[in-house]
């Protein structure tokens, strides 16, 4: 704590520094230039237009104004706060000591600011350093799929120990460990994430690594690693979240990622442009120590829900306006239309294929489809607009069916269900999804006969009977045969109805 004085004009201009690395300027009219410690940089007009709405609800409440009216405050002039602040940098560099993590500066007030020359480093002046400089740390590791830290202040993250510090001054020593991916208690997904340790240390100069890059925007922690080589779970895990998370900051907020796969940020480029103007920063291993003025680290995920932020509509419309998708809503049918709906029917050739797609094709045809049979690439510029150009979509339930956020409004969603207990899995994942997507949610479980399982145990196996007890061995016991093992050759004649229903729900 310390504050400056400085006599103008027969007054005491003085401010104030808020805890030991904020220098808080007040109350300063007709300012021109501010120096501390070293470079100019050229603030936007834009940027100090709220402050002046502000102004009179600050006025009352502000120490400044106790010791000078608004006439007082007009008549500093230039040369009075240039004095000022040399003098305030000659006791900075003075106190340097004590304030060698100086690198906020709180700004307020200020008409006409020309100049911000803060220890070296450029600040554009920006909202967030408007605002009242505050110190917080809160984690919430109660949830039941993601921990999560935020915190304000000076916070300090040294990748290669994976440490994140952050000072306050009046709090005792506490550090939280987290991992920073919402899957938390699926040991598959959490067993690689970096563990993250988080530090409120009291005394900066002493305990705090020093920063080597500043950076004025908050920082988002999260790793890229856990399931995210699907298409379900990037969206599930990290993408879904990452937006509630992000979008708020309007691209001004820097990620840093743990856990990098090569090629996760190249398939979400479109998605990541759109909520950081910067590059992410892979922080493994990273041997600069990073300082922001906020962070936050882990991704928060609801505790039940899959495919879930709490506006899935602003969502899609977001994902609309990311890939440059022209359809918001799927074709309406009346009784005279020529145009013909068009069916995306999801190939897959691994797993949980469809065994008689030409079939499938052709019934579709004779009810006035168009149809597209198509697999899931991971080029989700050229996926989205695939999906984005379809009225109905069909598939077996897996991760391709994800790819349903791109379809427009009132489009329809058909889940093929293959055997193995699955319900639970296709409500949570796709079905409660779609509907708050607004998107129409038809389902289709197969029988036995439609399922190659019948080719494989006799029907009479527990494979058939009692899926229960196969659940019972565990995932990858369950997986190995209803996941891995099943193919579907679908019932035509069943199916039609699905196909009218569809096109009933098209109107
Ligand atoms: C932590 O998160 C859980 C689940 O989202 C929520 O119910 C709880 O209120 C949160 N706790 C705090 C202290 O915010
Ligand atoms: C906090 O931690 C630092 C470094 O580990 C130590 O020097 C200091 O004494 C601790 N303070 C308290 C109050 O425990
Ligand atoms: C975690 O990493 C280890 C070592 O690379 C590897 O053997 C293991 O399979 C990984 N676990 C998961 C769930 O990917
Ligand atoms: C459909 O066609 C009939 C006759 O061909 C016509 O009377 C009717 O107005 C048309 N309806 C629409 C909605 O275009
Ligand atoms: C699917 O089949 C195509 C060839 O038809 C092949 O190139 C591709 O690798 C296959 N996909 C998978 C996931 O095996
Ligand atoms: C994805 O597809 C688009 C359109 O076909 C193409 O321009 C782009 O290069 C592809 N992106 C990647 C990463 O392959």
């Not at 690594?209 to 988002?220: D, G, I, M, S, Y």
């Not at 190995?480 to 035509?492: C, F, G």
Request: proline fraction near 4%; hydrophobic fraction near 40%; glycine fraction near 4%.
């Amino acid at each position: 704590m310390g504050a400056c004085f400085v006599l103008v004009g027969g007054r005491w201009l003085w401010f104030i520094f808020e805890a030991s690395f904020v220098v808080n300027l007040r109350m300063v009219d007709e300012l021109k230039l501010v120096i501390v410690n070293g470079i100019p940089i050229e603030p936007k007009r834009s940027s100090f237009d709220m402050f002046m709405e502000k102004k009179q609800k600050m006025k009352n409440h502000d120490i400044f104004a106790r010791s000078f009216n608004q006439h007082d405050q007009k008549r500093f002039g230039y040369s009075a706060l240039v004095g000022c602040f040399i003098v305030s940098w000659c006791l900075c560099t003075v106190l340097k000591p004590y304030f060698s993590h100086l690198y906020v500066l709180n700004l307020r007030m200020v008409d006409e600011l020309k100049l911000v020359i803060v220890n070296g480093i450029p600040i554009e002046p920006k909202r967030s350093y408007v605002q009242r400089m505050e110190t917080q740390l809160v984690c919430n590791t109660s949830a039941r799929r993601s921990d999560t830290c935020e915190m304000k202040g000076d916070v300090r993250i040294q990748g290669k120990s994976s440490t994140i510090y952050v000072f306050k001054p009046n709090a005792k020593n506490a550090s939280w460990i987290i991992k920073p991916y919402a899957r938390k208690g699926d040991n598959g997904a959490m067993e690689n994430i970096t563990t993250f340790t988080i530090k409120s240390v009291q005394n900066q100069a002493k305990t705090m690594p020093k920063c080597t890059q500043f950076h004025n925007v908050p920082a988002v922690v999260f790793s890229i690693g856990g399931y995210s080589g699907n298409n379900f779970h990037s969206f599930s895990d990290i993408i879904l979240p990452l937006y509630t998370t992000s979008r708020k900051f309007n691209r001004e907020v820097q990620f840093l990622v743990v856990n990098k796969v090569s090629r996760w940020s190249i398939i979400f480029k479109e998605v990541l442009d759109k909520l950081s103007r910067f590059e992410m920063i892979n922080i493994d291993h990273e041997k600069e120590v990073h300082c922001f003025p906020s962070m936050i680290v882990g991704l928060r995920k609801d505790d039940r829900k899959e495919l879930y932020v709490d506006s899935m509509i602003d969502f899609t419309k977001f994902l609309r306006s990311s890939y440059s998708l022209e359809r918001s809503s799927a074709i309406k049918l009346t009784r005279n239309s020529t145009r013909r709906p068009r069916l995306l029917i999801i190939s897959r050739n691994e797993t949980r294929a469809f065994t008689n797609v030409n079939d499938v094709v052709l019934a579709a045809k004779e009810l006035g489809f168009e149809v597209i049979v198509s697999e899931m690439t991971p080029n989700m510029t050229q996926v989205s607009r695939l999906v984005n150009s379809c009225d109905v979509m069909m598939g077996v339930h897996g991760a391709g069916l994800t790819n349903m956020v791109f379809l427009p409004e009132n489009a329809v969603v058909v889940q093929v269900v293959p055997l193995g207990n699955m319900n639970w899995m296709a409500k949570t994942f796709y079905e409660e999804p779609s509907k708050a997507m607004r998107l129409k949610y038809l389902e289709y479980k197969i029988r036995e006969e439609e399922s190659t399982l019948i080719d494989q145990y006799p029907l009479s196996h527990q494979v058939f009977k009692d899926p229960h007890s196969i659940q019972g061995k565990g995932w990858e016991a369950y997986k190995s045969v209803y996941m891995d093992k099943q193919n579907v050759k679908l019932d035509i004649i069943r199916f039609r109805e699905i196909f009218s229903k569809a096109l009933e729900l098209l109107q």
